[in-house]
């Protein structure tokens, strides 16, 4: 499993702070107070690395397993990781001029169809005003070669049940983020042209991935994936996250490094798809996120962002806006 990374690795690479005061929101990063693979990550880390540099103004704190109820009926312990969620989120509110936790993604099974109405009722009590949609995420591979492979379930996109639970979001006004792996995006095309009227939020790219049984096949990888995203992105309901492409899974490497990721390293690396992703979208369907604290264990906050305006830094100021702040807001309704 991959392993968190210390202070002394990240203050290996600082650097100028690009366009700082430009208006940010991130739209996808985590919480864990107890032990996970990266570690605990928790209000203070948030802030530490949202007051790096860049002007992050508000986030969105997207599911991962955090804080869910010990006991009671199995459908409804998602609901105590938005109770927890809610709590933090107001104690980001206190502290003028900080970041903060606007909006909560939860967890809800689709597979109860219509029956998922019970948990988002649960999930709306709970957080507080900020519950905005669900992330049922799908990751699914049969290789074994994954340092994060899900939980190896077979890919729900196709499932009756499930597709009605997605549906049911929309009909009640909520979103539905997920992840998966490239070799499933046309599964996720399918989802998303069997549910038009839910706001579907593609997250990390559809992870083309890079190590394992995938080592050494990224162009091959890179060319279905951009002929997937651009068959996605038709659907006009169906919204781009771009970041997590700094996962160990990805391949990149930076993970094994001694040093993380500069950000030319990073734009040089990526900007082939993310430029790719947003002439397919269009910026008013593309938001920029950073994945945090997952990412992280390849590149630094301040130098993620970084890269990120340097690989759009030819674009207009209006394009820009939407990509760094318009966009999720609208989306999320922040």
Known sequence: MPTPR??????AVQEQIVDAERPIVDPHHHLWESASTWGTYVLDDLWADTESGHNIEKTVFIDCRSGYRAD???????VGETEFVARVAAESAKRAGAATIAAIVSHANMRL???VQEVLAAHEEAGNGLFRGIRHAGPSDTTGTLTNAGRGWPCPYGEEDFRTGV???GKLGYTYDTWHFFHQNRDYLALAQAVPETTMILDHFGTPLGVGAYAGKQEEIFAQWKEDIAAIAKCPNVVAKLGGLAMPDNGFG?????TPATSDEFAAAQKRYYLHAIDCFGPHRCMFESNF?????????????????KIVADFSEDEKHAMFYGTAARVYRL
Do not use: C, M, Q
């Open 6 to 11: 210390t202070p002394e690795w990240y203050a």
């Open 72 to 78: 009671g009926p199995e459908h409804l312990r998602p």
């Open 113 to 115: 169809a219509e029956g």
């Open 167 to 169: 549906r049911t979001l």
């Open 254 to 258: 930076w993970d094994k490094r001694d």
């Open 293 to 309: 604290p997952v990412d992280k264990l390849s590149i630094s906050y301040h130098v993620l962002w970084n890269g990120l305006k």
